[in-house]
């Protein structure tokens, strides 16, 4: 995959995984009782797994948004069964309509008077076109549109109310993707690719304007999960990569939560939920000094 464009990002640490371990177990990086995390694309798959993994993790109150209500309403059993003590609420949202995600907003602040964690999963790939010639322009844009669009709205409605609070934990998450990377291959699908590296550097941009307001902004590839997306659109040739757990992602988040102040140099970074965070801490000097994980211009 190094020879698709991802400059091998994806064996960053030597150790990886592809299910939660003890290290990233949600269970085992408690988060105080009073935060409140909202994640957008809860209805299935990664999402699911990341509102479940908050739920174990012992979070005072999970809003789980998406377009596909009967999935939400699973999602929400699901982490209520998990954390009974914890306030679910389940909201409609369309990503790609800014009055949307401006309305959710706006709920979250009327019913929590807060927000502590963002975590956004919304993604849309299309069939997999690696013909640039062949793309279709509706399934072109509306990639952009879910993939960059949607978090550019999150961003502008969410970040006052993250940064609201002054006890608040102030995290913004995207689900990134190292596809975000790629440019030649069997999957460079570039109406993913393209719109998920535009978030990627939205996210860079995030943590340049708001870190400084205590703002932790980290886009995390979930793995090669075998969401409905995925099975939906892969090629036959790569169906045997998708093999790390849609639970994964889920607990490396809370682990990025649970250090809170302390993973703050991981901010802006593209990280990847399949490293072993032990190898990751040991390169932190390496990567503030030469400022890596980030999208940059070689010259």
Known sequence: ??????????????????????????TQNQLPARLVVCVIGASRGIGAGIAAAYAKAGVGALVLAARRTSGLEETASVCRAINPRATVAVIPTDITSAQSVSDLAGRVQSQFN??????????????????????????????????????????????????DNPDGAKIFIAVSSMASLIVRGPIANAQYCVSKMAQLKLMEHIHEKYSGQGLSAYSVHPGAVASEMALDNTPESFMEYLVDSPELCGAFCTWLTAGGDKMRWLSGR??????????????????????????????
């Open 1 to 26: 995959m190094a020879n698709w464009g991802t400059q091998g990002a994806g064996q960053f640490t030597a150790t990886t995984y592809s299910d939660v371990h003890p290290a990233i177990d949600p």
């Open 114 to 163: 807060r927000l502590d964690a963002l975590a956004i999963n919304s993604g849309y790939s299309g069939p997999c076109i690696v013909n640039l010639t062949d793309v279709d322009p509706i399934t072109a844009r509306q990639a952009s549109e879910v993939n960059y669009l949607g978090t550019l709205f999150a961003a502008k409605y969410f970040i006052p109310l993250l940064l």
């Open 270 to 299: 593209l990280l990847s939920a399949k490293w072993d965070v032990a190898e990751l801490e040991l390169r932190q000097e390496e990567i503030a000094s030469k400022d890596i994980l980030k999208t940059k211009l070689a010259v």
